[in-house]
């Protein structure tokens, strides 16, 4: 399973990029107003960014929701950068649009994915990658992780090659359930990133060796 980092701040990117773990990146309106971003322009400048210090997909998503002003804008979006996926909301609108743009080659996340049904469809229209969002369906009292569970065996059986990105991770254990799920890709927050590095044993240990060292070479 690969590893994306969810957010729009080009130093949390740098950062996780230099630890070799991340091969992507999946940014949202949300994440972007978060950074202080609030017109096209500025969401264009922090992407661009972004692509200089990242060589792997990064999902930028339109704010349109009718039909035709999703397409124009994604189309516009897909040629900021050839390393662009283009996220389309799960949605009637979206469909239309995925189905669309994925034919004219622009390569498309289907977003906002809540069930195995909406991911039938989205591959059907021509998604590259679909996300449910795992965090948001335990938010609401839904088990998050068996519809990705059930999303990875049902493209598997019917050969779908659409990948499978589980969204709205917001811990760990996230990580480990859709590694075991078989999804292809998890896309974590920075935070997140850091709680799967950090273990308090890793710490103590290399504590205690350093220490151990420091009192053999004073004798
Ligand atoms: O990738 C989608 C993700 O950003 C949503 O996460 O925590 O806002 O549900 P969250």
């Known amino acids: 399973m690969r590893?994306?980092?969810?957010?729009?701040?080009?130093?949390?990117?740098?950062?996780?990029?230099k630890l070799g773990v991340i091969s992507g990146v999946t940014t949202n309106p949300s994440l972007a107003?978060?950074?202080?971003?609030?017109?096209?322009?500025?969401?264009?400048?922090?992407?661009?960014e972004i692509t200089d210090v990242v060589d792997g997909p990064i999902s930028v998503e339109v704010v349109s929701v009718e039909a035709e002003a999703m397409i124009e804008e994604g189309w516009g979006i897909s040629q900021w950068h050839p390393n662009i996926v283009v996220k389309m909301p799960s949605t009637r609108a979206g469909f239309e649009a995925i189905a669309q743009l994925s034919a004219d080659g622009?390569?498309?996340?289907?977003?906002?994915?809540?069930?195995?049904?909406?991911?039938?469809?989205?591959?059907?229209?021509?998604?590259?990658y679909v996300s449910p969002f795992v965090g948001r369906l335990d938010d609401v009292g839904q088990d998050g992780m068996s519809v990705v569970r059930?999303?990875?065996?049902?493209?598997?059986?019917?050969?779908?090659?659409?990948?499978?990105?589980?969204?709205?991770?917001?811990?760990p254990l996230h990580c480990i359930a859709a590694a075991n799920a078989g999804a292809h890709i998890a896309t974590v927050p920075f935070k997140v990133l850091t709680q799967m590095i950090d273990h308090p044993l890793t710490t103590a240990g290399l504590a205690r060796f350093?220490?151990?060292?420091?009192?053999?070479?004073?004798q």
Request: include cysteine.
């Open 106 to 128: 622009v390569k498309i996340n289907q977003t906002l994915c809540f069930s195995v049904n909406q991911a039938l469809l989205g591959a059907q229209a021509g998604s590259a």
């Open 210 to 218: 350093t220490q151990d060292w420091e009192s053999a070479t004073r």
């Open 150 to 171: 059930d999303i990875v065996s049902v493209y598997r059986k019917h050969d779908i090659t659409t990948e499978v990105l589980a969204a709205s991770i917001r811990n």
């Open 3 to 17: 590893i994306f980092l969810d957010t729009a701040n080009a130093d949390e990117i740098r950062q996780a990029t």
């Open 33 to 48: 107003s978060k950074e202080g971003i609030g017109t096209l322009k500025g969401y264009r400048d922090a992407v661009l």
